[in-house]
């Protein structure tokens, strides 16, 4: 499954939009798995490279039916929603390479 949706300034916003609102409670707001909900569930780091390295189709599979400990959100997000989101992500993945961006608390 390939991604349709380019990583425009409003996509890459609205997916840090809906991340921040639904994904940082686990996931944390710079990815890392730190959430405030993040170590009680094993919520993983996806800014590593495991994480890095899946397909955006596998991105997607995952917010729309769920993980391990993961709830789906296939319900609640549509599809652009979910490009978005993971559009988010490859931003974040990228920031944490590059020395000295700094990733709001």
Not at 11 to 25: D, E, F, H, K, M
Not at 48 to 65: E, P
Not at 90 to 98: E, F
Request: net charge positive; glycine share 10%.
């Amino acid at each position: 499954l390939q991604n349709p949706r380019v990583a425009t300034l409003h996509s890459v916003w609205n997916g840090q939009r809906l991340y921040n609102a639904n994904c940082a409670t686990c996931h944390g707001r710079k990815g890392d798995g730190k959430g405030p909900v993040g170590p009680q569930v094993a919520a993983p780091d996806l800014t590593n490279d495991l994480y890095v390295k899946k397909s955006d189709g596998r991105a997607f599979a995952v917010i729309h039916n769920g993980g391990a400990s993961m709830p789906r959100y296939g319900y609640k997000f549509s599809e652009t929603d979910h490009w978005d989101i993971i559009n988010y992500l490859r931003v974040l993945q990228k920031v944490k390479k590059v020395a000295g961006i700094r990733i709001p608390e």
